[in-house]
C-alpha cells in the first residue's frame, strides 16, 4: 500500500475542507453521521479545520440500532450542533404512494437518496455545503448508492483507501469503538460491507492499489500478493460493472 504520512494528509484534509467552504463563501458544512468510521472522520476533520459551530450533523437512521448511539457519541464527543430525523416514516410513505413493497437493495437505495435530500435541504436552509463521506476503495468498486450517498458538494475522503481512512481516524481522535467495529451501510440487520462485497477491505485495498495505482495485471497481482487469482477478477468486475455510477450522463454526439 501507499507509504503516507498522515500527519501531513490530515492537514492538507483539513486546509481543503478549509479553503472550500471559504470559496463558497458559506456558513459550514452539513454531514450525514452514521456512526461508521468515514462519517465520523469526516466530521473530525470538519470541526478541527472549521471549528465545531461551523459543523451540522444529521443522524438518519432507518431503525434503532449501535449504529444511532455511535452516531450520537461522535456529535456530542465533538460538541457539534445535530439533528436525529428518522426517515422510516419517509420510506414507508414512498412505498405507500408507489402501491408496492420495495426490496432490500431498491429499500436500501431509496434510504441513501432520501437521506441525502435532506442534507441538501438542511445545506439549503443554512447556507452551507454537503461533505460526502465516500471513500476510494468504495468509490471505485461502486459500493455507493448514484445520487444517494455518492452524492455531495465535496468529499475529503474520496482519495483515501478505506484502510487508510482507519488510520487518519485513529490521528484525528475518533473513539475506538467506531474505528473498530465491523463496516456497515445500516441497510439491514445484520448487513456488512465486507459480506456485501464479497471480500474484505485489506485485501480489497491491496488489489485496488495494484491494479488502479500501479496499473498491474490480474495474474501480477494474485503472484505478488499470493492470492487465487478469482478474487482479483472479482474485483476487476465490481469496477467495471459499476463504471457508470463515477461519471455524469452521457448521450450521443449531434451534428458532428
Request: a negative charge.
Amino acid at each position: 500500500m501507499r507509504d503516507l504520512n498522515y500527519a501531513e494528509v490530515v492537514e492538507g484534509l483539513m486546509a481543503f475542507i478549509r479553503e472550500k467552504v471559504e470559496e463558497a463563501n458559506v456558513n459550514g458544512v452539513v454531514i450525514g453521521i452514521s456512526g461508521g468510521v468515514d462519517s465520523a472522520t469526516v466530521a473530525f476533520l470538519s470541526a478541527k479545520a472549521l471549528g465545531r459551530e461551523k459543523v451540522l450533523g444529521l443522524i438518519m437512521p432507518y431503525y434503532e440500532n449501535r449504529d444511532l448511539e455511535d452516531a450520537r457519541l461522535v456529535c456530542e464527543n465533538l460538541g457539534i450542533k445535530y439533528k436525529i430525523i428518522p426517515i422510516k416514516p419517509i420510506i414507508d410513505a414512498f412505498e405507500e404512494a408507489l402501491g408496492f413493497e420495495l426490496d432490500s437493495t431498491a429499500r436500501g437505495n431509496l434510504m441513501a437518496r432520501s437521506r441525502m435530500m435532506i442534507l441538501y435541504a438542511h445545506a439549503n436552509a443554512n447556507n452551507m455545503l454537503v461533505l460526502g463521506t465516500s471513500n476510494r476503495s468504495e468509490f471505485l468498486v461502486g459500493y455507493f448508492t448514484k445520487w444517494g450517498d455518492g452524492a455531495s458538494d465535496y468529499a475529503p475522503l474520496i482519495n483515501m483507501y478505506k484502510t487508510e481512512v482507519w488510520e487518519i481516524a485513529r490521528l484525528v481522535g475518533v473513539p475506538p469503538q467506531i474505528v473498530n467495529k465491523k463496516p456497515s451501510a445500516g441497510l439491514w440487520e445484520g448487513q456488512t460491507d465486507e459480506d456485501e462485497l464479497g471480500i474484505s477491505y485489506r485485501l480489497l485495498d491491496e488489489i485496488l492499489y495494484h491494479l488502479v495505482d500501479l496499473g498491474m495485471s490480474g495474474e501480477e497481482i494474485a503472484e505478488k500478493l499470493n492470492v487465487p487469482i478469482n478474487q482479483v477478477k472479482h474485483v476487476e468486475k465490481l469496477i467495471k460493472r459499476s463504471e457508470h455510477k463515477r461519471r455524469l450522463p452521457v448521450g450521443p454526439e449531434v451534428g458532428a
